[in-house]
């Protein structure tokens, strides 16, 4: 079965400073995989996903990530973040579903800044 | 930009109830998609929705949820009797393609069951 895991629950970084959010896979064929962000009160906002190519994939907002096959892994990354950029960020791998495309979401990382 | 919408924004009900949770996805979408989140808990897929029939459904989706599609605009989620461990997030996501396409979720209707 598809899982998602997000071994960091909570990520304090300074404002301006870089932010790397990890995020490792399960998914037997060859992964579609998302990035969401969810400000409080808002619904979930796509920032990248990744279906093929190129492994480094730019997104919204100055984000990008890079999938990893041999680690599983498909890390979030921001050279310099904003105050704005305080919310919770979920990974999810789409796994085929009938004519859909159902996503398995990780738990969830929520990212506070300081000024 | 297009969006999609669900109302209301936050539903309180009885146990043993029953409630309707109404979602406006994008209007050219084929594919549409419900997924609850628990409080403090994962985002779970629900059930997902093609030309007019379920195409997927999870175990939490048992007999008593169902959806519609009642006209060409809106897309509903019932649930015939509540829990009190209905109480979550409930989001409505569609997209325009399927496997390969991006899912937009609307913004959350918070269930509340007393």
């Known amino acids: 079965a598809q899982s998602v895991t997000q071994p960091d629950i909570h990520i304090t970084v300074s404002e301006g400073a870089s932010l790397e959010l990890r995020c490792n896979y399960s998914?037997?064929?060859?992964?579609?995989l998302f990035w969401y962000v969810q400000s409080p009160g808002q619904g979930l906002q796509l920032l990248l996903k990744?279906?093929?190519?190129?492994?480094l994939v730019q997104g919204i907002k100055g984000f990008e990530a890079e999938f990893k096959r041999s680690q599983s892994s498909f890390n979030l990354r921001k050279p310099s973040v904003h105050w704005s950029d305080a919310a919770e960020y979920f990974c999810?791998?789409?796994?085929?579903?009938?004519?859909?495309?159902?996503?398995?979401f990780g738990a969830g990382t929520i990212l506070r800044v300081k000024s | 930009e297009p969006e999609v919408t669900q109302t209301p924004s936050h539903q309180v009900t009885q146990m043993g109830q029953e409630v309707i949770l109404r979602c406006v996805p994008i209007?050219?979408?084929?594919?549409f998609y419900w997924y609850r989140q628990i409080l403090g808990q994962k985002v779970e897929f629900l059930v997902s929705?093609?030309?007019?029939?379920?195409?997927?459904k999870s175990e939490i989706f048992d007999d008593q949820f169902s959806v519609e599609r009642p006209d060409g605009s809106n897309f509903t989620l019932k649930i015939r009797s509540t829990k009190l461990e209905d109480s979550a997030m409930y989001f409505c996501?569609?997209?325009?393609?399927?496997?390969?396409?991006?899912?937009?979720f609307g913004p959350g209707t918070r269930l509340t069951v007393l």
């Open positions: 996501a569609s997209s325009s393609v399927g496997l390969t396409d991006t899912q937009y």
């Open positions: 998914y037997g064929a060859t992964p579609y």
């Open positions: 990744y279906f093929s190519g190129d492994t």
């Open positions: 999810a791998v789409g796994a085929n579903s009938g004519y859909g495309n159902k996503l398995v």
């Open positions: 209007s050219n979408h084929l594919y």
């Open positions: 929705f093609y030309n007019n029939e379920i195409s997927e």
